[in-house]
């Protein structure tokens, strides 16, 4: 199988090796081309302006990364979309930016999000929403949506390390047209992030090609023994598994993913794309998974609650923004807070904080482990029968800015169910381009069961082939 999408990573690779790359001016270059970027799209918090001034061993700089920000970069300010967060300079490198550089690659920047992950369209950050670069009137998706900004737009090679909790790598994938990878829960170290919710959290990859995501995943993937969620699993070359043999795989096709509401074409799309892979020997197979329906209830109890306790922290009183201490600890706490925080962050730290409270855990949260715990033993269910589950990524191409504007928080929400299920479990995914609609493009989610995600970048370089 042969991919027909160029890949600029990996024919930069293929210069330097060949010594065709003037590694002198290169990361100055790519800054420059960074910051015209961020004039169009607005799609980085920080730029890392000191690659373009300070002197720095070049040799050792020799592949472009950005990262979310919300993945803690040393020396390099972190606010994780947040104006709370607006004045933090982390001492230190998250385990997956620490493995970057040790592979030769740089970070550019730190690019847009939804303040702490809270939102599906990026247009929740307190440093402005990212523009799709495909139609700038458009939404990237979230809540790594500057990650797939960067992704799509860069005109030189380039990763975007992203980030997960209920779909943040598939909804930006989709929208902007790229392939974001979500690994196994554990399989990237989630030392150093900026945690949203923490049973949930997942580090990943958004790149324009396969090859792209496969490479950036192959550099952060690995055991951490900072991370006590961490797998000790063997460091893989992904990249070797695209063109890998796929013949006889069998894929799930779930009704409840393909009825209700969403767009039409973006069903038929996914559907086509299916057929497709029957040309490589891919099978496929209507199935059912019926606690689908109750996954976004349960998601949104259990990531709440568990953000609610995790944002407790951000007081003003150790780092990030501060204020006058006037009047009593509660009185500055709520000031304080109130201030920095964004509508939806407060939003979700009431009915997390509900959620958990005394007479009402039992409930709503504890009734919502109980769903999750349903629906991971249903997928491991269909698993025993196939090999991996598509569904469409998103149920609608990426949304105009002021028709985000006009929907209910419920709706946007709702904006989630296709990608919430398979991230409650845990479970890895890939987003890959299935087509298009009115020239903004659609995707297709591939769900593996755990610890399958080379199996996933074998079927994801068949779709690009």
């Avoid at 790149?207 to 969620?229: E, H």
Wanted: glycine share 10%; hydrophobic share 40%; net charge neutral.
């Amino acid at each position: 199988m042969v991919s027909l999408i160029r890949s600029l990573v990996k024919e930069h690779l293929e210069r330097l090796a060949a010594g065709d790359v003037n590694l002198d001016d290169f990361a100055p270059r790519v800054i420059e081309k960074a910051r015209s970027m961020q004039g169009r799209y607005s799609a980085f918090i920080t730029i890392n302006e000191r690659l373009a001034s300070e002197k720095t061993p070049k040799q050792q700089m020799k592949l472009p990364f950005s990262v979310k920000d919300n993945i803690c970069t040393r020396g390099l300010r972190t606010t994780a979309g947040s104006k709370i967060l607006d004045n933090y300079v982390p001492p230190f490198d998250a385990t997956a930016v620490h493995q970057i550089k040790n592979a030769g690659g740089f970070v550019i920047g730190k690019t847009a999000m939804d303040e702490f992950g809270f939102g599906t369209f990026s247009t929740n950050c307190a440093y402005g929403a990212p523009k799709n670069p495909i139609d700038p009137s458009r939404v990237c998706g979230g809540s790594s949506g500057g990650a797939a900004c960067v992704a799509a737009a860069a005109e030189f090679p380039h990763i975007a390390i992203a980030q997960s909790t209920g779909g943040s790598i598939t909804a930006p994938a989709a929208f902007t047209g790229t392939v974001g990878m979500t690994p196994t829960y554990g399989r990237v170290s989630r030392w150093g992030l900026i945690d949203y919710a923490n049973s949930m959290d997942r580090i990943g990859v958004i790149g324009k090609c396969v090859y792209d995501a496969a490479l950036g995943l192959s550099m952060i993937a690995g055991y951490d023994p900072l991370d006590s969620t961490s797998l000790n699993a063997q460091k893989t070359d992904y990249t070797t598994l695209i063109g890998g043999d796929i013949r006889k795989l069998r894929i799930g096709v779930p009704k409840e993913y393909f009825n209700g509401d969403g767009s039409a074409v973006v069903k038929k799309n996914a559907l086509d794309l299916l057929q497709r892979l029957e040309r490589f020997g891919v099978v496929w197979e209507e199935i059912s998974l019926p606690y689908t329906k109750y996954a976004i209830s349960a998601y949104y109890l259990i990531a709440l609650a568990e953000a609610s306790t995790n944002l407790a922290k951000f007081s003003g009183l150790r780092y990030g923004m501060e204020g006058d201490l006037d009047g009593n600890y509660e009185e500055y706490f709520a000031d304080l807070r109130g201030r920095s925080f964004g509508e939806e962050a407060k939003r979700r730290i009431i009915l997390g904080t509900y959620a958990r409270m005394s007479g009402y855990r039992d409930a709503y949260y504890i009734k919502a482990l109980k769903v999750r715990a349903k629906i991971i033993a249903e997928f491991k269910g269909a698993f025993a029968r196939v090999d991996a589950i598509a569904t469409p990524s998103m149920p609608i191409i990426a949304p105009r800015f002021d028709d985000v504007e006009k929907l209910s928080p419920i709706d946007a929400y709702g904006m989630d169910r296709m990608t919430v299920p398979a991230n409650l479990a845990g479970l890895p995914t890939i987003s890959v381009p299935s087509g298009s609609e009115g020239g903004m493009p659609t995707g297709v989610q591939f769900i593996a069961d755990h610890e399958r995600d080379g199996m996933l970048i074998a079927l994801a370089g068949a779709c690009e082939a």
